[in-house]
């Protein structure tokens, strides 16, 4: 019999398509007493014929493409057997009353695909097995799919290998889909779960799904560059850096989580520049610094919560000319709860952290020039000598909206910031130094500053700002402290500009207080009863 030349198509698109009810595909058509035939509905039809086509389709697939099924052990050694490269074909691996053993190195080559019915496991069985691409210079792999049906299972508890790729080597490969689930692996050397021996040889390269991985770099990738990747989680970096991934560049990278770095930094990456990075949340850092990033430089970053540095950079730490946006709910053991030493960026909404150590700077950004910086808010210290809730020592910088910051403790300073010079500084308020000075800036030199209103400070004084000097200075409103300078207190040599209305101070001088002597001020703008006294340089500006 000849072999049919057309697959019998029907309703490719599924449009009007119901499935028969379980009775009638259990007892099929009748006749009903009358001796009539039964007229089911054509949606049936529809499904039925094409559920045939659906069908007949996948068999050619798998038939025109070299279709190997393994359904035992025995056949798995055969197809699997450490000599044959394993290319141009489909393997598909039934699932057993047990997982399937692998005990050799697999060298695979081009239009592989490795299939399999869903939760079928693979499990190393000695300190060897793994995949290795065997692309070369100027003779890529392409067209290589391992699907999301099985899981390979290193068994790292019995086997380290001491060779970067916990699971694959993927030097020289374009054009593939790697998202089988790769998991317990664990290598002495780089990326628990993939690595490349010869570094920047991907093109257009799907990662999926690497969890609780070892390596001592990259505990899930380790430089595996121009790929989208997705799903690295719960991998360790044992004595270097990058819990999930490290130095992975130009790619896309989604939900990197619950990663850790025992002994050095970035707990969730390192090293990955260039990049569209999103989702990076619950990883660790035990000792280092950079709970979620660490010197990823020239990226697109955005999502970065509930990450913990040992030392500074709750979120990001030492990510340069990068556009940050949604960092919240990090946490840090010293600056920069949110983000530290993150030079020449655009940051935008980074809130709700939480320092408590003493001395702490920066719960929301810490050490961060030339930037433009926007909506910091709802960021919180508890500690004694510590400064700026929102931003502390980020210079240079273009920041605007800076509210509901608060901190808290013996000598605490700057709700909003602290020791931000250089900058051009607008809508700071809402911001409170409970126990100190400067509700709103606190020792903010040479900056233009506009619209601080609304903040609060203690018997210390500075309402608004304190200790802001050599500044232009407009719209100052609103503000309060129960010590002296309701407006600004010690701000000197500085232009005061706009309107200022509303400043309270139970201490005294309602608007600007300064006890020091030979102080000079340029005051320009609207309000009632203002006064100079010259030997003091003392102004009251109700």
């Not at 056949?75 to 005990?103: A, C, H, M, W």
Request: with cysteine.
């Amino acid at each position: 019999m000849a072999k049919p030349t057309n697959i019998p198509e029907w309703d490719k698109n599924e449009t009007d398509i119901i499935e028969a009810p379980t009775s009638r595909k259990d007892d099929g058509w009748y006749i009903d007493g009358g001796g009539d035939p039964e007229k089911p509905p054509y949606q049936w039809m529809n499904w039925w014929m094409n559920r045939v086509y659906q069908w007949i389709n996948w068999m050619k697939d798998k038939v025109s493409n070299n279709m190997t099924v393994i359904t035992t052990q025995a056949e798995f050694d055969v197809v699997f057997d450490g000599v044959t490269t394993l290319q141009n074909r489909v393997i598909y691996l039934e699932k057993t009353g047990s997982p399937y053993t692998l005990g050799v190195v697999v060298n695979f080559g081009s239009n592989l695909t490795i299939d399999s019915d869903p939760g079928v496991v693979i499990n190393r069985t000695n300190v060897v097995a793994k995949f290795v691409s065997t692309g070369t210079v100027g003779t890529p792999l392409t067209k290589v799919h391992f699907t999301k049906n099985w899981i390979f299972d290193g068994v790292k508890s019995t086997y380290t290998i001491t060779v970067d790729g916990g699971f694959a080597d993927i030097k020289y490969v374009e054009d593939s889909i790697f998202e089988c689930y790769v998991t317990d692996c664990k290598t002495s050397s780089n990326g628990g779960g993939y690595s490349s021996s010869v570094i920047g040889t991907q093109q257009n390269i799907i990662i999926k799904n690497i969890f609780n991985c070892e390596a001592a770099n990259g505990g899930g990738l380790y430089g595996c560059d121009n790929c989208t990747i997705d799903n690295v989680y719960s991998n360790t970096a044992t004595t270097g850096n990058g819990g999930g991934l490290y130095g992975c560049d130009n790619c896309t990278i989604d939900n990197v989580y619950s990663n850790t770095a025992t002994t050095g930094n970035g707990g969730g990456l390192y090293g990955c520049d260039n990049c569209t990075i999103d989702n990076v949340y619950l990883n660790t850092t035990t000792t280092s610094s950079g709970g979620g990033l660490y010197d990823c430089d020239n990226c697109t970053i955005s999502n970065v919560y509930s990450n913990v540095s040992a030392t500074t950079g709750g979120g990001l730490y030492d990510c340069d000319n990068c556009t940050i946006d949604n960092v919240y709910s990090n946490v840090s053991a010293s600056n920069g709860g949110g983000i530290s030493t993150c030079n020449n960026c655009t940051i935008d909404n980074v809130y709700n952290h939480d320092l408590t150590n003493s001395s702490a700077q920066g719960a929301g950004i810490f050490d961060c020039d030339n930037c433009v910086i926007s909506n910091i808010h709802t960021n919180t210290i508890v500690a004694s000598n510590s400064q700026g809730a929102g931003l502390a020592q980020c210079n240079n910088c273009t920041v605007d909206n800076v509210y509901n910051n608060t901190v808290t403790g013996s000598s605490a300073d700057g709700g909003g910031l602290s020791e931000c010079d250089y900058c051009t500084i607008t809508n700071v308020h809402g911001n409170t130094s409970t126990n100190s000075g400067g509700g709103g800036l606190f020792d903010c030199d040479y900056c233009t500053i506009d619209g601080v209103y609304d903040n609060t400070s203690s018997s210390n004084g500075g309402g608004g700002l304190y200790g802001c000097d050599y500044c232009t200075i407009t719209n100052i409103q609103d503000n309060t402290t129960t010590g002296n300078g309701g407006g600004a207190f010690e701000c000197s040599y500085s232009v005061f500009l706009g309107t200022w209305h509303g400043n309270s101070a139970t201490g005294s001088n309602n608007f600007i207080h300064n006890s020091l002597s030979s102080l000079s001020f340029a005051i320009q703008g609207t309000g009632a009863a203002q006064s100079v006294v010259t030997t003091r340089a003392t102004i009251n500006w109700n």
